[in-house]
């Protein structure tokens, strides 16, 4: 690893450098310039990664803000036995089950009801929370700090990794074909040699 890493450092040198070289041609330049725009890339999408995480925790935390000023929490009576829930796509997972049941609250003068999450010991007249728009219909709960910074953390990571790989599958791509456009350039200045011609290094 150490040994590549060596020759790949000394090829962008030589490939970069302002003295003659016989053996270097304009495709090695170009090529040399692109991985060193993309080596660029892929150092900078460290902290572009960084701010991506603070600009989403930021935003998702005035959202969460915003949901919270807008919404309240209510007590919710357990108005039907809850049933177990297992989404198709985790039969085999254990976690993926869990309880629903419908839940009815009152808004105002009127009942609503709603089948939601409860816990899996939950019976028919026991209490739950459920949070409510201001009208008393039932919204989402605001999301709690925990899962703020994580949904944050894994946007930047999820940046950061496609900017990684798209970088240094690009160097890659540059790079294999750089060679074969300079492979088949030499197989004709050889083939030009052989027919009596010299070498134009081009």
């Not at 080596?39 to 572009?48: G, S």
């Not at 960084?50 to 600009?55: E, N, Q, W």
């Not at 750089?178 to 081009?202: F, K, L, P």
């Amino acid at each position: 690893m150490g040994a590549a890493l060596k020759a790949h450092a000394a090829w962008l040198v030589n490939a970069l450098g302002i003295g003659r070289n016989p053996l270097r041609r304009p495709i090695d330049r170009l090529a040399a310039g692109l991985t060193l725009m993309l080596l660029m890339v892929a150092m900078i999408a460290v902290p572009v990664s960084g701010m991506v995480a603070d600009s989403t925790h930021r935003d998702l935390s005035e959202r969460a803000e915003q949901a919270a000023r807008t919404s309240r929490p209510v007590s919710a009576v357990v108005v039907a036995p809850p049933s177990l829930s297992i989404p198709v796509s985790e039969v085999y997972s254990q976690d993926a089950v869990s309880s629903t049941a419908e839940v009815a609250w009152q808004a105002g003068l009127h009942d609503q009801r709603s089948r939601v999450q409860v816990p899996s010991s939950a019976k028919v007249g026991d209490n739950v929370e459920v949070w409510v728009d201001e009208e008393g219909y039932r919204v989402p709960p605001p999301p709690d700090e925990g899962s703020i910074t994580a949904s944050a953390v894994f946007a930047a990571l999820l940046l950061l990794v496609v900017l990684e790989i798209g970088s240094f599958a690009l160097i890659g791509a540059v790079q294999a074909g750089a060679r074969r456009i300079a492979m088949n350039a030499w197989a004709r200045e050889w083939d030009h040699v052989q027919r009596g011609g010299t070498w134009s290094q081009r």
